[in-house]
């Protein structure tokens, strides 16, 4: 049974940082796509983050450039989001993906038929 675990999240003040972790089990890692996505209530969910099987090519979205920074250690399988400068809009919860059909660049490619965590709320206070 393939399953992908976040954790990280919680409450921080604006300007401030957090790192997202998630850890899959059931799965060959580094065949996937991993990504960061994230929603709020009567938003559409966003891609934030996503990196190729190998690590070597990555994507953001325009609004956390310079600020997140998306990472994976296929040693452990664990995909990893360091946030920083932290703004309230950033609120929302953040949910882990894997797909071979997804793309690193601009969370491109397929995700839906992936596989997707639980989520993880991120709350940016000013």
């Known amino acids: 049974r393939v399953q992908l675990a976040e954790s990280g999240g919680g409450s921080v003040q604006a300007g401030g940082s957090m790192t997202l972790s998630c850890t899959t089990s059931?799965?060959?890692?580094?065949?996937?796509?991993m990504g960061w996505f994230r929603q709020t209530p009567g938003k559409e969910r966003e891609g934030v983050a996503c990196?190729?099987?190998?690590?070597?090519?990555?994507g953001y979205a325009d609004s956390v450039k310079g600020r997140f920074n998306i990472s994976r250690d296929n040693a452990i399988n664990t995909v990893y989001l360091q946030m920083n400068n932290l703004k309230v809009e950033d609120t929302a919860t953040y949910y882990c993906?894997?797909?071979?059909?997804?793309?690193?660049?601009?969370?491109?490619?397929?995700?839906?038929?992936?596989?997707w965590g639980q989520g993880t709320e991120v709350i940016v206070s000013s």
């Open positions: 059931g799965l060959v890692f580094d065949d996937f796509a």
């Open positions: 993906a894997a797909s071979r059909r997804g793309r690193a660049e601009n969370c491109g490619g397929s995700w839906s038929g992936g596989y």
């Open positions: 990196i190729n099987w190998r690590g070597a090519v990555t």
